[in-house]
């Protein structure tokens, strides 16, 4: 199964991605994730991704796409793969388009995830996540809070708030969303791919959700 998770910053992507990895045993493909290793690695891509990311705008295209059509090839998306956070424009949505073509393949679904957008900055802005990159775990301060302040439940690893879930940045991000993002939802509406799900409520209730509609 080819899933594309879209939706706004905050809007549970990740969240549900790990999730569905579990359920259907795909991998998730997260640019957000790559873009943020190559950061903390301090590679060429890096250095050039992080202005673009502190101010809550989009890296350039070409990065990115190199970036999927690279990670697309692996053998362990041959079964299938969870995109989250790619693609965000509609050259980026063309551009993934013809590699799954040049892989034999195509789109299953596309899962939108509706979050209001005040819930989206205080989602954002209380997010903290499991600095292991094997675990990922995400919280929010008070939503989700760990049993422990600042340690993962699950591995026990330190949690981080990441650079750019502070308020202004995260304006910026909703802002960047709702002019280059945004306008996916009718490219994919056109193909007859859009699963719309409305993305309050629990985790698992929002999970059993996005299940009902793919299947088992
Ligand atoms: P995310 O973790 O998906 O919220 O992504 C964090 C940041 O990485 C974004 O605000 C962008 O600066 C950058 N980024 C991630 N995915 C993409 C993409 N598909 N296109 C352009 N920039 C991206």
Redesign the pocket.
Known sequence: MNLILLGG?GAGK?TQAKKLIDKYQIPQI????I??AAVKEGTPMGKK?KE??DA????P?EV?IGIIKDRLAQPDCKKGFIL??????VP?AEALDKVLAGLGTKLDHVVSIDVPEEDLVTRLCGRRTCKNPDCGQMYHIKYTPPKKEGICDKCGSELYQRD?DNETTVRS?LA?YNQATRPLIDYYRAKGLVRPIAGVGSIDNIFNKIVGILGN
Request: no cysteine.
């Open positions: 910053p990740g997260s640019t957000g994730d873009l943020r991704a673009f990311m809550g705008k989009l890296v295209d990115v989250d956070g790619f693609p965000r424009t980026q750019d991000r960047t």
